[in-house]
C-alpha cells in the first residue's frame, strides 16, 4: 500500500493542523495507520494510531486530549486533527501502514508501509 502525507506546515504555538494520510490502493481500509514524527537528531516516535474500522485509537501521553485520529475509508484517508501545538513538536511527521492487527501499534518496527512524511513547525 502506498501512502502520502500532507497537511503540515508553519503555525504559531497553541495554533492547530489537520494533517491527511492518503491511499490509492484498494486494500487501505485493512491495515490499522498510525502516526510518527521525528525530530533532527531524535529518534522516531509514536504519536497516534488507529484500528483499521476506526474502532479504537491510540495515542502517546504526551498528545492525548489535544489530537483525535480518525479515518474515511471510503475515502482511503486517515486524518490527524492537531490542537494546541507546542513548538517541541515540531518534526517530520510520517503514517504508516502496519499488515497485522495483532502485533504493537506503539513501536515503528511494526509497520511495513510509510508515506514520505509532511514537516510541521511550531513557532514559539
Known amino acids: 500500500v502506498q501512502l502520502q502525507a500532507s497537511g503540515g506546515g508553519l503555525v504559531q504555538a497553541g495554533g492547530s493542523l489537520r494533517l491527511s494520510c492518503a491511499s490509492s490502493?484498494?486494500?487501505?481500509?485493512?491495515?490499522?495507520i498510525g502516526w510518527f514524527r521525528q525530530a533532527p537528531g531524535q529518534e522516531r516516535e509514536f504519536v497516534a494510531a488507529?484500528?483499521?474500522?476506526?474502532?479504537?485509537?491510540y495515542y502517546a501521553d504526551s498528545v492525548k486530549g489535544r489530537f483525535t485520529i480518525s479515518r474515511d475509508n471510503a475515502k482511503n484517508t486517515v486524518y490527524l486533527q492537531m490542537n494546541s501545538l507546542k513548538p517541541e513538536e515540531t518534526a517530520l511527521y510520517y503514517c504508516?501502514?502496519?499488515?497485522?492487527?495483532?502485533?504493537?501499534?506503539?513501536?515503528?518496527?511494526?509497520?511495513?508501509?510509510w508515506g514520505q512524511g509532511t514537516q510541521v513547525t511550531v513557532s514559539s
Open positions: 488507529i484500528t483499521w474500522s476506526g474502532g479504537s485509537t
Open positions: 490502493g484498494r486494500s487501505f481500509s485493512n491495515y490499522p
Open positions: 504508516a501502514a502496519k499488515p497485522h492487527s495483532y502485533t504493537t501499534y506503539f513501536r515503528p518496527e511494526a509497520y511495513d508501509f
